[in-house]
């Protein structure tokens, strides 16, 4: 019998198509779906915060963020050094509010609540080793629960209540110190036998001292730490010049940040993303400038130009979330008579 031609070529086309379907099934493979790619993280930024500064003798307070500023304090009492504490919330700092001597203070940064923490009777002649560029501070714990002071050349520490006093170095003659964030240390200056100041540190554990820096023709001023412990913030100055150094915690690597001979008072800001400092004017105009720049010094802005010295930075927060406390409650923290020399400019 004769084949129907039309039914052969639909044959054929039907054997076709099945080879080209077994091709496909053998050689080609599907079709991958790429998954999306994570959404990018964000870069931290840290918020500006504050700075309290000493201007005229009291202390202020600048938003960095607004620019407004707040006095702290006022009235007939000095006040030097201010120290804030780690959270933003208070700020310890030295005055004279209750007569000649000078006692430690501390103060929440929206005015509130101004506390006596030392209460020492004694008054020491002044002396010219204290002043804006040693910038003798108190300084807090990383945790925020102890405070670190110098008083007439030894090292005590006390709760950021002012109780629980105690004698951390004695007969060294040091000023400055400060925790390192790990809290198992404490870096000072101190003269000693030498001809200047060094910077020195304390192994909490043991005691045990080591000297950190040997400069003989400069002296070492206004100490502090780096968040992450990296590095030692300082002042090194002599005769009409000063400028800003870090150093890494052995006080190896000398770095030196500015480079205009009248730089003084150094810390860290926003978590070590920034630097503050001070400047003196030349010539007749020798006025206090407070900068904030990089922390290799570079991008400066000048914050103030009106006379302003020893700058502290706190971090962001509600600055009225502040437990109160009552200052009839307090008791004498320390019975020693103060050593605190008068500061320049007193």
């Not at 039309?6 to 050689?27: D, F, H, Q």
């Not at 192994?203 to 502090?224: E, F, H, I, M, Q």
């Not at 630097?275 to 105009?285: N, V």
Request: hydrophobic letters at 35%; proline letters at 8%.
């Amino acid at each position: 019998m004769k084949q129907n031609p039309l039914l052969r070529r639909l044959a054929v086309c039907a054997l076709a198509l099945c080879l080209l379907a077994s091709l496909g099934t053998l050689g080609c493979k599907p079709k991958k779906v790429e998954a999306p790619l994570p959404p990018p993280t964000p870069t931290a930024v840290v918020p500006p915060g504050s700075v309290v500064y000493v201007q005229r003798g009291h202390l202020v307070r600048l938003d960095l963020d607004s620019s407004q500023t707040t006095p702290l304090t006022s009235g007939k009492s000095t006040e030097w050094f201010p120290a804030c504490s780690p959270k933003g919330d208070q700020v310890a700092y030295w005055s004279n509010a209750e007569g000649e001597v000078y006692n430690l203070w501390k103060i929440n940064l929206d005015g509130s609540n101004r506390v006596q923490l030392t209460f020492d009777e004694g008054n020491t002649a002044g002396s010219g080793d204290q002043n804006l560029l040693v910038n003798n501070s108190p300084a807090w714990s990383t945790d925020g629960k102890r405070i670190i002071y110098s008083l007439e050349g030894d090292i005590w520490a006390m709760d950021s209540d002012g109780f629980n006093p105690e004698t951390l170095l004695s007969e060294h003659k040091a000023l400055c110190p400060c925790y390192s964030p790990d809290g198992k240390s404490v870096v000072f200056i101190s003269m000693g036998d030498d001809t200047a100041f060094n910077l020195w540190s304390l192994n909490l554990s043991d005691r045990a001292l080591k000297k950190l820096t040997n400069y003989t023709d400069w002296n070492v001023g206004s100490p502090s730490f780096s968040a992450d412990g990296r590095k030692i913030l300082f002042n090194l100055y002599r005769q009409n010049e000063t400028q800003i150094y870090t150093v890494g915690p052995d006080g190896t690597g000398p770095l030196n940040i500015t480079s205009n001979s009248r730089s003084l008072c150094p810390r860290f800001a926003q978590n070590d993303h920034k630097l503050l400092y001070c400047t003196y004017g030349t010539g007749e105009d020798v006025g206090l400038s407070l900068n904030l720049a990089n922390v290799n010094g570079t991008d400066l802005k000048v914050l103030s130009s009106d006379n302003v010295a020893s700058p502290s930075w706190a971090p962001a927060r509600i600055l009225s979330d502040v437990p109160a406390q009552s200052a009839t409650m307090m008791t004498p923290a320390v019975s020693k008579p103060s050593g605190l020399p008068t500061p320049v400019g007193k």
